[in-house]
């Protein structure tokens, strides 16, 4: 039975996800029978040969969007621990072991996701089918300098409290910081993401929800250093930022 090359990627490993075997077969390095391959919608047969040109380097595309931020805003994340809530399959947590990351809490509501080279790296701290809402300071290992988040399907604004309140100065490390990943779709509201199919197009509706994300964390003792938006998409195509905020401890 055919697949599509994206999910057929998943499949046999060559990706971490259908969003990255999109972002790969964009980027022209994918073949399919030694030809090109343009579409990740394209069907290939059980045994068709699928070749990935370049050797990936993330294990989730949101390495991508981190990376850019942590350059973007100047953030140093060497010695520090770093709790990753949305881990899924890691591509926040591998980017800030990659810089140096000392410790990171990787939280996700889901199961099984997280890539096994992170699940075994004993500076990961796993923490699977737990809904971020319910997490206390009190049960992390210890003072996380750093907080940021990839959340879907729900909005940051009801659980910046949580957020916030899961941030603590460590030894050597007496700021404290966020990052949180914004998603226009899921902040400006159910019916307005419903009559744009869930992809917001509307530039004045993405600086809306931004500003609402923004007076949040401000309503609630932070303060927004910056804004960025997101180098690549979300999978769907909705365009993304960043947002660094410092908070007083």
């Not at 380097?57 to 953030?75: C, D, P, S, T, Y």
């Not at 899921?186 to 809306?208: H, Q």
């Not at 500003?211 to 309503?219: K, L, M, P, Q, S």
Request: some cysteine; charged content about 25%; hydrophobic content about 40%.
């Amino acid at each position: 039975m055919r697949t599509r090359l994206d999910a057929a990627m998943v499949a046999r490993g060559l990706a971490a996800s259908r969003g990255e075997a999109t972002d790969l077969i964009t980027a022209g390095k994918v073949t399919v029978s030694g030809a090109p391959a343009t579409k990740a919608s394209r069907l290939v047969e059980p045994g068709e040969p699928i070749v990935v040109l370049a050797e990936r380097r993330w294990v989730g595309r949101g390495a991508q969007k981190l990376e850019h931020a942590l350059l973007h805003f100047g953030i140093d994340v060497a010695g520090r621990a770093v709790i990753d809530a949305g881990s899924s399959t890691g591509g926040f947590t591998q980017c800030l072991l990659e810089r140096g990351g000392r410790l990171v809490v990787a939280i996700d509501v889901g199961t099984n996701q997280l890539h096994e080279s992170l699940r075994a790296d004993p500076r990961v701290v796993v923490r699977e089918k737990t809904d971020i809402r319910g997490v206390e300071a009190s049960s992390l290992p210890g003072p996380c300098s750093l907080l940021v988040a990839d959340l879907s399907f729900i909005s940051l604004v009801t659980v910046m409290p949580t957020l916030m309140s899961l941030v603590a100065p460590e030894a050597g490390h007496r700021t404290c910081e966020m990052i949180l990943l914004v998603k226009p779709q899921f902040e400006v509201g159910r019916a307005e993401a419903a009559r744009a199919r869930g992809v917001i197009r509307d530039e004045k509706l993405r600086s809306e929800a931004l500003d609402r994300v923004a007076r949040c964390a401000e309503g609630h003792g932070g303060t927004v250093v910056g804004t960025c938006q997101s180098p690549i998409t979300g999978t769907e195509g909705n365009v993304e930022f960043l947002m660094h905020t410092r908070l007083v401890r």
